[in-house]
């Protein structure tokens, strides 16, 4: 019998288990009922409230495949908490001839079994859930006390003996002092330097950072408010910083919130390592620059041989950033726009996934050789020539089969499985981007573009497949815009 071993670490309870105790009682299971182990499965810091688990999604996937038989777990409640769930993902797996087993809940097989089953699925759903009820009812408690409900206490603020927040002499001075120079016109990039500068660490004793500045700079608890859940306290706990300030700091940060996202839209570029001078096969780079006359700042790609050996004789040894990157952004919807450009993908993925490892033809060879001299060492046996070295070999040839067999099968199961349909799918999906974002624009061309290569009256855009490929003139390229892909864009 194979099998697999499914392990996993709650969060929620540190007295449980360890991984390392779950995988070795399931492996003396194993052991002790002759059950060979393939792989493992494991999901650290995972509740089982909720099948969101990657290993154990991945065991489910897995099992199709017809790899193995059974699932061992050190309790069912490591499968599942969620009778519900646990229900559902059995009976997926029954298709496929897999059992999960108990290693240390002893099951039998008989309509017995089915109700002890039910039983211990049963009571760790409602473990599971009173855990969770007297976690929130505790913490709701505290909170209509406006009492510290755990986890890493806010900067500026100190917890008493009786867990109460209190203002914390040494860090609330500081937290002031932020608002203070923000409003004042500072950018959080200086009062970051200015903290990292003065020796200030974060809580845990952290290198402080721009976030760590905007979760000060936005956080109520600052003047004075405590929250949880849907309780919210005014005054709850000590204020650090006067209200006034506190309200003229959100509105210069809403003001400011979208300026450095467009400044970092237009400085981020997105063709960076992908883009080719076609003249002289250099990469090209990102630059800005600044005219002289009005002060505009201009973004663009040079390529490198312009600048350091000035070897290069392209005609265009830059191209404007913007109208190119729009360019390349639409010549890439219309492929994925295109109902032939996504079946040709599917088709190919399909085609690809159905080829075998590279080991695993080496493996069925070595097989066969072996199989090979079990049957010649037969052969030999029933002729009458058989001694004590006749059957250690027979013994080495049938253990070398065995674990072969066992190699072939680790092998396959390392594959992915992937149906026509969850390809389609994933392409279609980029359909809907809005590339007006800079991190969809990105994503739609790092999936499918390999690089952009510039020539003299011409781009050629080359796609992550065979034989995919696109020209582009540069007429085309200075009028590209994305209204014609579809989607909320208007990138300027």
């Given amino acids: 019998m194979k099998a697999v071993i499914y392990a996993r670490y709650s969060s929620d309870n540190q007295r449980e288990e360890s991984i390392e105790g779950q995988l070795r009682e399931c492996t003396a299971y194993c052991k002790k009922n002759d059950i060979t182990i393939l792989r493992t499965y494991i999901d650290r810091a995972m509740s089982a409230k909720t099948d969101h688990r990657p290993d154990f999604q991945q065991m489910i996937k897995d099992s199709a495949k017809g790899l193995f038989d059974v699932i061992i777990v050190w309790k069912l409640d490591r499968f599942a908490r969620n009778r519900y769930d646990s229900a559902h993902y059995k009976a997926q797996l029954r298709k496929y001839g897999v059992k999960v087993l108990s290693a240390t809940e002893n099951i039998s097989e008989g309509p017995e079994g089915i109700i002890l089953e039910s039983m211990l699925e049963g009571m760790a759903e409602y473990y599971s859930a009173e855990l969770s009820e007297k976690v929130i009812r505790g913490h709701t408690e505290n909170a209509l006390k406006c009492k510290y409900n755990g986890g890493t206490p806010t900067f500026g ?217 079990i049957t010649n060492m037969l052969n030999a046996i029933q ?24 190699h072939i099968i680790q092998e396959e199961i390392k594959k992915p499985l992937l149906s026509w349909e969850d390809v389609t799918f994933w392409i279609c999906r980029f359909r809907k981007l809005d590339v007006s974002r800079l991190d969809e624009r990105r994503r739609l061309i790092d999936s499918f573009v390999n690089s952009v290569t510039i020539f003299d009256d011409h781009i050629l855009i080359t796609f992550n497949y065979k034989e995919g490929e696109t020209r582009l003139d540069f007429s085309d390229i200075e009028s590209s815009d994305l209204k014609s892909v579809g989607g909320p864009y208007g990138v300027s």
């Fill in 157 to 373: 603020f100190a917890i008493d003996k009786d867990k109460y927040y209190q203002i914390d002499p040494h860090t609330a001075p500081v937290v002031l002092e932020m608002f203070i120079r923000y409003d004042k016109g500072e950018t959080m990039k200086n009062i970051r330097d200015w903290l990292n500068g003065a020796g200030v660490t974060t809580v845990r004793g952290k290198k402080i950072d721009l976030n760590f500045v905007a979760a000060i700079l936005h956080n109520r608890k600052c003047i004075g408010e405590y929250s949880y859940r849907h309780i919210v306290t005014p005054g709850g706990i000590p204020a650090i910083v006067p209200q006034d300030l506190f309200d003229r700091v959100q509105q210069r940060l809403e003001t400011n919130r979208k300026a450095p996202a467009r400044h970092k839209a237009e400085d981020d570029y997105l063709l960076t390592t992908k883009l080719f001078c076609g003249t002289c096969g250099a990469m090209m780079v990102g630059e800005s620059g600044t005219s002289a006359s009005k002060g505009r700042k201009y973004h663009y790609y040079r390529c490198v041989n312009t600048k350091k050996h000035k070897t290069c004789t392209a005609k265009h040894k830059s191209v404007r950033k913007l109208p190119l990157e729009n360019a390349v952004v639409n010549a890439t919807m219309a492929k994925v726009m295109d109902d032939n450009f996504v079946e040709y993908i599917a088709d190919a993925v399909m085609d690809l996934q159905g080829k075998e490892s590279s080991q695993l033809p080496a493996l069925r060879k070595q097989l066969e050789e072996t199989e090979r001299g």
């Fill in 383 to 406: 002729m009458g020539i058989i001694n004590q070295s006749t059957k250690q070999r027979l013994d080495e040839l049938e253990e070398r089969k065995k674990d072969i067999e066992l």
